[in-house]
């Protein structure tokens, strides 16, 4: 594909929205993005990345911070803030790159080559494939589905103005259960396309 | 009764959303203080006069508002107006300041006079944090302080967290030594009608005390982090005149500061009282800098100053209704007459509460609340006071969210690559403040019971 491509994927737990990413980005040969921000962000601000690790794509905690005057004590709403000026520093530099997660498709929304596609799947598939990822009982999948879903849900509404994984934010929205990884990266990829030629 | 369990959970409610962030806590407590007066003191109590009190607006055509020979308490109920137009000054005189750069040439200053060596430096910024801070707001004193120590950090190749954490620590040490250094003094002093003086006398004392353990602490706890930094004389470290944006506004913003000061340390002999205080130096400001006064009134905190409204309208209806007295009982119950347990029970209380939520709505409602004690237990009101302020004042320094200074502080470390979590602050600020608040406890024991 010639000229400059960003894909944003948001996804649900274990609907192997990730993978979909790692695949894209293979095919286009482009960056992906996704602990590489961490591990970039570690080195350029000199912060360890496991302590940057720690407050990754979490919401700040409401009783446990405090703003004022614009100023906050949480250090995942600073993080999330590096991370959001990281993407627009990158976007605005010419890269073409997959983005998971990170409000992508909020933050890089003025940028025209951007691609937004929200990943969902059924509760059994994902719940499958959890199970195989962490080795987990299906109980134990289920509950961990349900806290991290929760949890981007909080970190994303706290960010953006729409909600995370409402159709209308969202350039495409696929159940990978039906396609599969490979057949969403497809249609993905066949949408850039066509938006690329229109 | 029923008005009781509404004001109270008018109370309540407005303190969970304030803390939840949901909404701007100007407008929680402007719409609580708006239901405590209709429903509460209209509806439930059919009181216009209530209401009337609670406003407060007659206290501005009184002459006492203005000038005061002898202090007079302004009252614990309704609206402290001497409150908000002493504050609603001083951020107006201290935006002057910051605009024509004085704090950021104060801070190069005192670091040039050490000449930029770690443990001086460290020592310089926390004795400056806790002298600027008796003065001037303690998030403005962090604002700066804690920016310029990030850049002087840099370059001498240390981290500046230790001395973050150090001078927000001190800045809320020197605000609990004067009657203007934190808002629940101010609300405090204004409303039992104390001086700077006998803030300075009594708390000043204590904190002044406490300093000297707190240094010896973070000199203690931080020395091998000091030790690192190296003095590169090939660095060309900033200058202080760089600070100074205009020398004739910078001139006039330091007239006009120690104006403050002296008015502030003298005005229970002039008869000045802070409303006045608070009018002039704004004025002056304002008069001084014509060109930039419009700029400077846009910079003023409108929306803190609008939360206080609101929250003297809702602590004022918790005292109409006579909620504030039965926790005053309750305190009376639990403490009998040992005056020991009480002190020792108000200052823990208020240091716990103010290390979890904002200080100011604390104060606000312990202080008819120990006026009541006072008057049911015979007790010194002036030892239930100091003691609350110090509880109050000094207890917000156990967690990131206690004070406002903290939030700043945390928040600039943050923006410069430096985290700093619950985990990391706790670890250094709660044993300082406990060993603070046993400091204070006992300094209230030995010298008033």
């Known amino acids: ?198 | 009764m029923l008005q009781q369990v509404i004001s109270v959970a008018i109370f309540v409610i407005m303190f969970g959303v304030i803390i939840s962030e949901k909404f701007e806590r100007h407008l929680v407590s402007l719409a609580a203080g708006a239901l405590m007066l209709i429903v509460v003191l209209g509806i439930c109590m059919r009181s216009p006069s209530a209401i009337w009190d609670t406003l407060n607006l007659a206290e501005f055509v009184t002459p006492s508002f203005w000038y005061a020979k002898v202090e007079s308490a302004g009252g614990s109920a309704g609206i402290n107006w001497s409150t908000i137009v002493f504050i609603l000054g001083m951020m107006i005189m201290v935006e002057g300041m910051g605009k024509a750069g004085f704090f950021r040439w104060l801070c190069l200053t005192m670091a040039k006079a050490v000449r930029y060596k770690a443990m001086p430096l460290f020592l310089t910024f926390m004795v400056t944090s806790f002298v600027l801070s008796m003065f001037i707001d303690s998030i403005t004193v962090i604002l700066f302080l804690a920016a310029v120590t990030v850049e002087l950090a840099q370059l001498l190749g240390l981290s500046p967290v230790p001395m973050i954490l150090a001078e927000i620590f001190c800045a809320n040490l020197g605000g609990s030594a004067t009657m203007c250094g934190d808002p629940p003094n101010i609300i405090i002093g204004t409303a039992l009608g104390y001086s700077f003086a006998d803030f300075l006398k009594n708390t000043g004392l204590i904190a002044l005390l406490s300093l000297g353990f707190v240094i010896l602490y973070f000199c203690l706890r931080f020395r091998k982090n000091l030790k690192n930094g190296q003095v590169d004389v090939a660095i060309a470290y900033p200058k202080p005149a760089s600070a100074i944006q205009s020398k004739k506004a910078f001139g006039v913003s330091c007239v006009i500061f120690a104006c403050a000061v002296v008015l502030l340390v003298t005005h229970a002999m002039t008869g000045l009282t802070v409303a006045t205080i608070g009018t002039l130096v704004g004025a002056l400001t304002l008069l001084a800098s014509v060109r930039d006064a419009k700029t400077l009134l846009k910079k003023v905190d409108y929306k803190t100053l609008l939360f206080f409204v609101g929250l003297f309208v809702v602590v004022g209806g918790l005292e109409q209704t006579g909620v504030l007295s039965v926790i005053a009982d309750f305190i009376h119950g639990i403490c009998g007459s040992h005056s020991y347990v009480m002190i020792a029970v108000i200052l823990w209380v208020s240091a716990i509460a103010s290390a979890f939520v904002d200080n100011i709505p604390f104060a606000a409602t312990m202080i008819p609340v120990i006026e009541s004690l006072a008057a049911t237990t015979g007790m010194d009101l002036s030892v239930l006071s100091w003691t609350l302020a110090c509880g109050t004042d000094i207890g917000g320094s156990a967690t990131p969210i206690g004070a406002s200074a903290n939030v700043v502080g945390v928040s600039i470390a943050a923006q410069n690559g430096h985290m700093i979590g619950w985990g990391r602050y706790c670890k250094t600020m709660l044993p300082v403040t406990i060993i603070t608040m046993l400091i204070s406890m006992l300094c209230i024991f030995v010298r008033y019971l």
């Not at chain 1, 720690?54 to 993080?79: I, Q, W």
């Not at chain 1, 706290?158 to 490979?182: A, F, P, T």
């Open chain 1, 1 to 198: 594909m010639e000229g400059q491509v960003i894909i944003a994927i948001g996804r649900e737990f274990g609907s192997g929205g990730h993978e979909i990413a790692e695949l894209i980005a293979t095919k286009l040969e482009i960056f992906l993005i996704d602990d590489k921000l961490l591990y970039d962000l570690s080195s350029e601000k000199k912060i360890p990345y496991e302590e940057l690790k720690k407050y990754d794509e979490r919401p700040k905690v409401p009783f446990l911070s405090r703003t004022v005057s614009g100023y906050t004590n949480a250090m995942e709403e600073h993080l999330a803030k590096m991370q959001f000026e990281y993407l627009r520093k990158m976007a605005e530099g010419g890269e073409s790159f997959v983005i998971v997660g990170r409000c992508a498709e909020y933050v890089l929304k003025d940028f025209p080559c951007m691609t937004s596609a929200f990943i969902s799947g059924n509760k059994e598939t994902k719940c499958e494939r959890v199970m195989k990822k962490y080795k987990l009982s299906a109980d134990e999948a289920k509950k961990l589905m349900k806290k991290k879903d929760a949890t981007r849900k909080a970190y994303h509404n706290y960010y953006c103005e729409g909600k995370w994984g409402d159709s209308r934010n969202y350039d495409l929205c696929i159940n990978s259960s039906q396609i599969g990884v490979e057949g969403a990266a497809d249609v993905i990829l066949s949408f850039v396309e066509r938006k690329q030629k229109k």
